[in-house]
């Protein structure tokens, strides 16, 4: 019956379940032996905490249809109130370390109880923009109220307190690492398991269609408020992980910005799929922590790899591995890898050249007493030559040549596999 | 027992009055046809009964419950259950799931997000029961978007039904299919609504005349006539207002 599926379903059900789930356990737990430095396990943990925040935020957009621009406010507001009882704590109060990210999450569940209840009281546009309110409302407040969001010095703390429970003091990093693949592990399955509830699935019914839900018996809002509150709590968790993590808060985690960051990095990951998030997360830190290293260019190929992705695969990562994988299990990846080789050279290619420009025109703007030069990728760059520019003009311009000759020979042979897809399954049906 | 009445309903839209002081007791069990010329107000009156619009004056009883001015799904609650003339029906989700959260409020699962909806035994044993009473049970996991146009309307009338309330709303089940389609169609609905107080709005007579026991003719926002097929058909002022033409007369035969 998987005549009309556009993607790949696995079956049966539960053996690859639990092969999924037994996979992300083991890489959670081996992933800070690969990636031993201190940078890799900073950045796995803020792997882990973005996880929880960008699958908290796709209940809503995913899952509830709900377009949300303040997200951040309950990250941050979680994030603020487990530093407030993480400095409780550093004064005596008996509230072990352990436990702050969940005073963060029933800090975010209360504000998004709080301010939940206008928020979801319209969907659509309507709901979009009182986020939107919602979100200044929170960041203006930020500024003014100093002894609770500590202006623009923000609040620290330390998470070495209290007696060591097993010798965890949460001094080293590793240590940190777990406390948060712990709470990424129950925090990705609980939310996991919301998908699968009557409210989950009324949840779809109402991003898929609000008007009919009211009349099988549900209050459109209520399933909006309930979610939005669900979301809020694990919202929260991820901000209060965040205070335990890098020790300090400062008025940002409210801001924009970072609202902004969960809708891209998720909307690239898929919203369409439970784990599309995870895939968003990932690189939500690699582009952040990285790419941030490598250019100051960087929220600028940030920006043109969404709008590529919002033309090209609304699906975000996901749902082009889904429909890969589809392929796969009728046995047609093999006819199209070439197809993809030439799609990512000349991809590869053509990006090269662009780059290469963009990162001159930085270097002109930013470094220009530093002399015309510049390396990229290997190679010196005039950034007052002609010759510079002209290469890397020359460059993009074969690249993408060469793309478009690329991208119609995948779509061909794309449309020739579905067709075989078709075809396989019209002959399993009449078997 | 009354299961519906509407007591000197109105709805004005701005200036224009489009509902006019309509009245209408329906009984329980009763199969109704509502019929009219285009603008009549036939769909006006359902969105008014079943919640979807305000009345602006007048009272709405399902039962012994005052509705009008109720929510939808608080009316639905009560007992009422409609579908639509365009298909209403959430397309991302297979067939299965359509019926499956259709049932959900009526087996009492509610908002609740502590169980399974794999381990709600009652729930998943009603929908694969009324999958197969739609004739769906083939497409059991395809999306919704995705089926034909004429398995969508099967659905719709599934989901409708699905909340087991005792009056159910149908607005033109059978629009835009084709002449064997619709036979095939009136006989499902018949089947699925045995036993319930059912209200149609239909264009195609021999759809009225296969489904209903009483027939109402509303025009210009009026119930001008409520009685059985026999007597509405003769019924002068019916006659003039709209029985007339040809083409219902040939609907009709062909019933």
């Known amino acids: 019956m998987a005549l009309t599926k556009t993607h790949y379903e696995f079956k049966p059900y539960n053996v690859a379940r639990w092969m999924i789930w037994s996979l992300f356990t083991l890489v959670l737990w081996v992933a800070p032996m690969v990636f031993s430095s201190n940078l890799g396990v900073t950045m796995l943990s803020q792997m882990g905490i973005a996880m929880i925040a960008c699958l908290s935020y796709n209940m809503l957009l995913g899952q509830g249809g709900m377009l949300s621009f303040g997200h951040a406010?309950?990250?941050?507001?979680?994030?603020?109130?487990?530093?407030?009882?993480?400095?409780?704590?550093?004064?005596?109060?008996?509230?072990?370390?352990?436990?702050?990210?969940l005073v963060g999450g029933l800090g975010g569940m209360f504000f998004a109880f709080l301010l939940g209840y206008v928020t979801t009281r319209k969907s659509g546009t309507t709901f979009?923009?009182?986020?939107?309110?919602?979100?200044?409302?929170?960041?203006?407040?930020?500024?003014?109220?100093?002894?609770?969001?500590?202006?623009?010095?923000?609040?620290?703390?330390?998470?070495?307190?209290?007696?060591?429970?097993?010798?965890?003091?949460?001094?080293?990093?590793?240590?940190?690492?777990?406390?948060?693949?712990?709470?990424?592990?129950?925090?990705?399955?609980?939310?996991?398991?919301?998908?699968?509830?009557?409210?989950?699935?009324?949840?779809?019914?109402?991003?898929?269609?609000p008007e009919r839900v009211e009349f099988i018996g549900y209050n459109t809002q209520h399933v909006r408020y309930i979610s939005f509150i669900i979301a809020g709590f694990f919202a929260g968790i991820a901000g209060g992980l965040a205070t335990v993590n890098f020790e300090i808060v400062t008025a940002e985690?409210?801001?924009?910005?970072?609202?902004?960051?969960?809708?891209?990095?998720?909307?690239?990951?898929?919203?369409?799929?439970f784990f599309g998030p995870i895939i968003g997360a990932v690189l939500m830190v690699?582009?952040?922590v990285l790419l941030s290293e490598f250019t100051k260019a960087w929220l600028l190929y940030l920006g043109l790899v969404f709008l590529f992705m919002v033309m090209f695969a609304p699906g975000g990562i996901s749902s082009l591995i889904m429909m890969n994988l589809r392929l796969a299990s009728f046995g047609r990846l093999r006819q199209i890898w070439v197809a993809y080789v030439g799609l990512g050279l000349t991809a590869l290619l053509g990006l090269a050249g662009t780059a290469a420009m963009i990162e001159m025109i930085y270097h002109l703007q930013l470094n220009a007493a530093m002399g015309p030069e510049l390396k990229f990728a290997g190679v010196t760059l005039n950034a007052l030559s002609t010759g510079s520019w002209f290469g890397s003009a020359f460059v993009m311009?074969?690249?993408?040549?060469?793309?478009?000759?690329?991208?119609?020979?995948?779509?061909?042979?794309?449309?020739?596999t579905q067709v075989f897809i078709e075809k396989e399954i019209k002959r399993r049906e009449a078997l | 027992m009354i299961a519906l009445q509407l007591k000197d309903l109105r709805k004005n839209f701005g200036k224009t009055e489009i509902i006019r002081g309509a009245n209408l007791e329906v009984k329980a069990g009763e199969r109704v046809a509502i019929i009219g010329p285009n603008g009549a107000g036939k769909s006006t009156l359902f969105n008014l009964i079943s919640g979807r619009f305000e009345p602006s004056s007048g009272e709405i009883w399902l039962g012994e419950h005052r509705i009008d001015g109720k929510k939808p799904f608080e009316i639905n609650r009560l007992g009422l259950s409609r579908s639509f003339q365009i298909t209403n029906i959430f397309p991302k989700l297979s067939v299965f799931e359509n019926l499956r959260c259709a049932v959900l409020w009526k087996l009492g699962y509610k908002y609740t997000f502590f169980e399974f909806l794999a381990d709600l035994e009652d729930a998943n044993e009603a929908a694969e029961k009324l999958m197969e009473e739609i004739r769906l049970d083939k497409k059991r996991d395809v999306l919704a978007m995705n089926l034909t146009y004429a398995e969508q309307r099967a659905l719709e009338i599934g989901i409708t039904i699905a909340g087991g309330a005792d009056v159910i709303l149908l607005d033109e089940p059978t629009a835009g299919m084709s002449k064997s389609e619709t036979k095939r169609f009136t006989q499902l609905i018949r089947q699925v609504t045995e036993g319930k107080t059912l209200l149609t709005v239909e264009h195609d007579m021999g759809v009225v005349?296969?489904?209903?026991?009483?027939?109402?003719?509303?025009?210009?926002?009026?119930?001008i006539a409520f009685d059985t097929p026999e007597a509405v058909r003769a019924n002068p002022k019916v006659q003039e207002a709209y029985l007339g033409s040809h083409v219902a007369e040939h609907q009709a035969a062909a019933a």
């Open chain 1, 73 to 101: 406010v309950y990250t941050g507001l979680g994030a603020y109130l487990a530093m407030h009882a993480l400095n409780a704590a550093s004064s005596g109060a008996p509230i072990p370390v352990t436990l702050i990210p």
């Open chain 1, 128 to 209: 979009a923009m009182i986020t939107l309110g919602m979100a200044e409302l929170v960041f203006a407040m930020s500024l003014m109220f100093s002894e609770f969001f500590g202006g623009e010095a923000g609040v620290s703390g330390n998470r070495v307190v209290g007696q060591a429970f097993w010798g965890i003091t949460y001094g080293p990093p590793l240590q940190v690492y777990y406390l948060t693949a712990a709470y990424t592990l129950v925090s990705v399955a609980l939310m996991y398991a919301f998908t699968r509830t009557p409210l989950g699935r009324i949840l779809n019914a109402v991003r898929d269609n």
């Open chain 1, 253 to 273: 985690v409210v801001g924009s910005a970072r609202s902004g960051a969960y809708l891209l990095f998720t909307f690239l990951g898929g919203a369409t799929f």
């Open chain 1, 286 to 288: 690699l582009a952040f």
């Open chain 1, 397 to 416: 311009i074969t690249g993408f040549g060469l793309f478009e000759l690329a991208r119609r020979q995948y779509l061909h042979d794309w449309d020739d």
């Open chain 2, 209 to 223: 005349f296969g489904l209903a026991d009483k027939i109402a003719v509303v025009v210009y926002g009026e119930v």
